[in-house]
């Protein structure tokens, strides 16, 4: 198999990051999904993949995304918020909680306050 390089890669995901700003999720989805499968440790790739499956509707998959690039980088303040999103959207409100709790301890995110903002609404 070949190796692909960095500029490759980049190019991958700025072609997938270009295709959701034009709202075309799913196929930003996939490119995103391919990079990791030559890259699985891009944490860019596995967030944004994360958010667009939010996005696309399937919060388990999502969260499923979200815990895997936590056995990675637990420590990743993105991986938290995309797994406090994906509970909330499960309903898993306890558990969301959690999530925000620890980015108001751990991190300066810039997405905690929706975050609580979708909580306190839910």
């Known amino acids: 198999m070949a190796k692909w390089t960095e500029e490759e890669i980049y190019l991958l995901m ?20 391919g990079v990791l499968d ?10 944004a993949l994360a958010s667009l499956i939010l ?18 980088s637990p420590a990743e303040a993105a991986y938290h918020a995309r797994r406090a999103e994906a509970l909330i959207a499960l309903r898993r409100f306890q558990e969301a ?21 979708q909580l306190d609404a839910a």
Do not use: T
């Not at 030559?38 to 967030?47: E, V």
């Not at 919060?59 to 936590?70: F, R, S």
């Open 55 to 72: 996005l696309l509707g399937d919060p388990e998959n999502a969260l499923a995304v979200a815990d895997q690039g936590l056995e990675q």
């Open 38 to 47: 030559i890259d699985p440790r891009n944490r860019y790739c596995r967030n």
């Open 97 to 117: 909680q959690k999530e925000v709790r620890w980015l108001m301890e751990n991190s300066n995110e810039a997405a905690l306050q929706p975050l609580m903002l």
């Open 14 to 33: 700025e072609r997938a990051h270009s295709l959701a700003q034009q709202g075309l999720y799913m196929e930003a989805a996939q490119i995103f999904a």
